[in-house]
Structure formats: structure tokens, C-alpha cells
């Protein structure tokens, strides 16, 4: 079961990823908002949520059709571990504005709430982006040790 979760890690998180830049497309407001709480001008935040529906579009695509799997996996990962802080970020104020990720923004009756439902989605997702890309590119441990010692 756990095998079969993992192998299909990146077809899952290909997929939430162009769900989200799509979402994002549709509906940029909220997520620009959610920059702006960082006392970022309107500007500066429309840039970056543009910057930010590109690279889940572009590696959403990559996640799903395997291409280039390492460097996905790797900038997957650090996307996420962004995400996640930013979301820590947003559940330490006392009245936090939506995050504008995923369209999920209702799913608790709190901002907060949302947050930190974001912060526990984001870990399960970088789980399994390191769960595959252990599995599958890691050097087996004996075999590194026999490479080492030739």
C-alpha cells in the first residue's frame, strides 16, 4: 500500500500543482491579498503570485509526465517547504487574511483554521515527494559503501 502511494507521488502532486496554478489563473485575488499581509505592495505581490502559478504549472507538468524527475522533485520540494512557512506565517497572526491556495479557503470557518489544515497538507506532501525520490534515486547504502571502498 505504502509502495503504491509513493510510486504515484508525483502524478498526485502533479496534478494538485496544476489545480492550484489554475485556480490561481482564475482567482488570483485572494492569494495576492494573502501577500499583501506580508506589507507587500499590490504590485510586487501580483508579480510574485504570477511567478508562482508559472512554476506550479510548469512543475505540476514535469511531476506529471516524468520529465526531468529529479529537478521536479527537488524544486517540488523547496516550493512546498516555502508554502509551508508562509502558511506557518499566516496561523501565527491573530486575524490572518486566506491563503488563496488550492480554492480550500472555506474548508474551516477560520483563516487560521485553513492554516494550519494547509501547514499538516504541505508535511504530507513533502513526505512524499522525499518517500519517492528516496525510493527510487537513492543509492542502496551497501552499494555506496562497495563504491567507496574500490
Not at 510510486?7 to 496544476?18: D, E, H, Q, S, Y
Not at 527537488?74 to 512546498?80: G, H, Q, R
Request: with cysteine.
Amino acid at each position: 500500500m505504502l509502495r503504491t502511494l509513493v510510486r504515484f507521488a508525483p502524478t498526485f502532486i502533479g496534478v494538485l500543482l496544476i489545480y492550484a496554478g489554475i485556480y490561481k489563473l482564475a482567482f488570483p485575488g485572494e492569494a495576492t491579498y494573502a501577500l499583501e499581509a506580508l506589507s507587500l505592495k499590490y504590485d510586487i505581490a501580483n508579480a510574485l503570485i504570477v511567478i508562482i502559478t508559472v512554476a506550479e504549472l510548469y512543475l505540476g507538468r514535469l511531476l506529471l509526465l516524468r520529465i526531468h524527475l529529479r529537478f521536479a522533485l527537488t524544486a517540488s520540494t523547496v516550493l512546498f517547504f516555502v508554502f509551508t512557512c508562509f502558511l506557518w506565517y499566516l496561523a501565527t497572526l491573530a486575524h490572518p487574511p486566506g491563503c488563496g491556495c488550492l480554492g480550500f479557503s472555506t474548508v474551516f470557518k477560520s483563516n487560521k483554521s485553513n492554516a494550519v489544515f494547509g501547514i499538516m497538507r504541505n508535511c504530507l506532501i513533502l513526505w512524499m515527494l522525499k518517500a519517492y525520490y528516496d525510493f527510487f534515486f537513492k543509492v542502496p547504502v551497501k552499494r555506496a559503501q562497495e563504491t567507496a571502498q574500490t
